[in-house]
């Protein structure tokens, strides 16, 4: 059955039928649109046979953004670092996007060939499914982001995907996102005994080629 609520989203399919499956989650005032057309870039085996699934955000007001509706994952309502996730968005939009991964795995994906990954606020929301999501993913890629209450990860982060490999990647000039932002999530996932990984690259809020090529290597080593 399809969840009506379930969001809508942009597909891009193999030739064949599916046997792993990437959620991308795009960034603030984005949509689904905006990071398929990475997919040809990958370079992927055909023979690897994944699929990609890009949501679209809901439409909401953001409040740093004089209220204008945008598609956000969540609301920002202070440039505060500390505080700059609407921490009830965050958990809806997880709520919405675990819907996703739910609607694929019934479709015979099993959960350990999902790999979710997310771009600025995309990648708040796959940090914390990846952290909080009860069964085992293929892998967790945050791009240019930062995490939600990272001081809580302790007491709310599950044990299930620790052996999980965490893809984290930044831009050592992003001035959207100050790269210190992403490294420090980076180190959270660490000492709480996540399996995660860092590369910066010499870029802006942004991808790179070199980080598409990173990224490709990384799909098809955890898939």
């Given amino acids: 059955m399809i969840n009506e609520s379930e969001l809508p989203f942009v597909e891009v399919n193999p030739t064949s039928e599916p046997t792993a499956v990437v959620i991308w989650l795009h960034g603030l005032g984005d949509s689904g649109n ?3 057309p990475i997919v040809p870039e990958l370079r992927l085996p055909e023979s690897m046979a994944v699929r990609f699934v890009f949501p679209h955000a809901p439409v909401r007001p953001v409040t740093i953004n004089n ?10 309502k202070t440039i505060d670092f500390n505080h700059r996730a609407d921490v009830q968005g965050v958990a809806e939009s997880s709520d919405s996007v675990s819907a996703l991964i739910e609607a694929e795995h019934a479709k015979g994906i099993p959960y350990d060939r999902i790999v979710i990954a997310g771009f600025s606020q995309g990648g708040v929301i796959a940090l914390n499914i990846g952290t909080r999501f009860p069964h085992k993913l293929a892998g967790v890629m945050a791009l240019s982001t930062y995490m939600c ?9 599950l044990d ?28 959270v996932l660490k000492e709480n005994g ?11 809020h942004n991808v790179c080629p070199q980080e598409i090529a990173d990224i490709s290597s990384w799909i098809q080593k955890v898939l």
């Fill in 149 to 157: 209450e990272p001081e809580k990860l302790s007491e709310k982060g």
């Fill in 194 to 204: 996540y399996n995660a990984q860092w590369k910066d690259y010499l870029m802006q």
């Fill in 67 to 76: 209220g204008m509706p945008m598609r956000a994952w969540y609301d920002i």
């Fill in 160 to 187: 299930v995907n620790k052996d999980t490999e965490f893809f984290c990647a930044h831009g050592q000039q992003d001035e959207v996102v100050p790269m210190f932002l992403g490294n420090t999530a980076f180190k």
């Fill in 34 to 36: 905006g990071f398929a």
